[in-house]
């Protein structure tokens, strides 16, 4: 598991986990994730949508946007790192609507 990139988790395990998780779409919003570092890339993640929820690239529609290096998303993602906690650290930059970004905890690992 130590080999995971969060261009894994954006490809197929944040797709599998949202499928089978009917409250996270209770979001009702649209998320941009801007990975830095080694596995560097701007994802969206739209929750006002039926499904097709992740996709590569950048949203104008964004109304949270996260920044975190792709280290610490794979460890937010496996539970080694809690949001608070790399938020309080630096490790993780809200931009937008910080109530959002509380809710993500819920379907983040």
């Known amino acids: 598991m130590s080999d995971l990139t969060s261009t ?6 944040l797709p599998e986990k949202l499928a089978s998780d ?5 979001a009702n919003a649209v998320f941009q994730f801007n990975i830095t570092g080694d596995d560097e890339g701007t994802w969206t993640v ?8 992740v996709s590569a ?6 109304a949270c946007k996260i920044t ?3 280290k610490d998303f794979v460890d937010l993602w496996t539970g ?8 309080m650290m630096g490790k993780l930059k809200v931009e937008g609507n910080m109530g959002l970004a ?6 983040l690992g």
């Open 68 to 70: 975190i290096a792709g």
């Open 22 to 26: 009917p409250a996270a779409s209770s």
């Open 80 to 87: 080694k790192l809690k949001g608070p906690q790399a938020f």
């Open 57 to 62: 690239g950048a949203s104008d529609d964004a």
């Open 8 to 13: 894994q988790i954006f490809e197929s395990a």
């Open 46 to 53: 739209d929750l006002t949508k039926d499904s097709d929820w």
């Open 102 to 107: 509380m809710k993500l905890q819920s379907f």
